[in-house]
C-alpha cells in the first residue's frame, strides 16, 4: 500500500481497520477536548469542583474556594455528566461524519444506543473519578484522567461492532 492510498482513506469513510482506529482516534480526541474544556469551566465557574492545589488550579492560577472532598466528589461527577453531553454529541457527529456509516439501525435508534453506550462507559469512569476523590482524597484532575481512559476503553469497540456499520 503506498503513501497516496493511504492518505485517500482519510478523506472516505471506507478505510483499513487501522487507519480508521486513527481518525476514530482523532474524533475521540477532538470529543474529549470538548469534554474538558466544559468539565474544567463548570468545575471552576459553576458547580466548584476543584482545589486550591490541583494542578489545573496552579497551572491555570485559577481562583477557588474552599471545598470538602465529598462535596467535590459530588460536583466533580455533575460536571462530567453536564460535559458528557456536549462531547458525545461532537463524538456522535464526527464518527457518522468521517468514520463510521451510518445505517446499521434507524437514526433515532443510533443516536439512542450511541448515548446509551456512552453513559455505561461514564458512569462507570465517574465512578471511578468519585472513588477516588471521596475515598483516596485524589486530585481532581488524576481522578478524571482515569474516567477518561475508562471511557475510552469501552466506546471504541461498540461503536464499531454494534452502533455503526463498519
Given at each position: 500500500m503506498d503513501i497516496k492510498s493511504i492518505l485517500a482513506q482519510f478523506t472516505q469513510r471506507n478505510a483499513s481497520l487501522p487507519i480508521q482506529f486513527i481518525k476514530y482516534s482523532i474524533c475521540g480526541g477532538a470529543a474529549v477536548t470538548v469534554h474538558i474544556i466544559v468539565f474544567y469551566l463548570f468545575s471552576w465557574l459553576v458547580i466548584p469542583a476543584l482545589k486550591e492545589n490541583d494542578i489545573v488550579v496552579r497551572v491555570l492560577h485559577l481562583s477557588v474556594g474552599a471545598i470538602s472532598d465529598a462535596t467535590r466528589a459530588r460536583n466533580a461527577g455533575i460536571n462530567n455528566w453536564l460535559a458528557f453531553i456536549f462531547s458525545n454529541f461532537v463524538a456522535y457527529l464526527l464518527n457518522i461524519a468521517w468514520v463510521f456509516e451510518g445505517g446499521r439501525h434507524s437514526r433515532w435508534y443510533e443516536i439512542t444506543v450511541f448515548y446509551a453506550v456512552s453513559a455505561i462507559s461514564i458512569a462507570v469512569g465517574t465512578a471511578v473519578m468519585w472513588l477516588l476523590i471521596k475515598?483516596?482524597?485524589?486530585?481532581?484532575?488524576?481522578?478524571?484522567?482515569?474516567?477518561?481512559?475508562?471511557?475510552?476503553?469501552?466506546?471504541?469497540?461498540?461503536?464499531?461492532?454494534?452502533?455503526?456499520?463498519?
Open positions: 475515598y483516596f482524597g485524589s486530585s481532581t484532575t488524576i481522578a478524571f484522567a482515569a474516567d477518561l481512559v475508562a471511557a475510552a476503553a469501552i466506546n471504541f469497540a461498540v461503536r464499531k461492532y454494534y452502533i455503526f456499520k463498519g
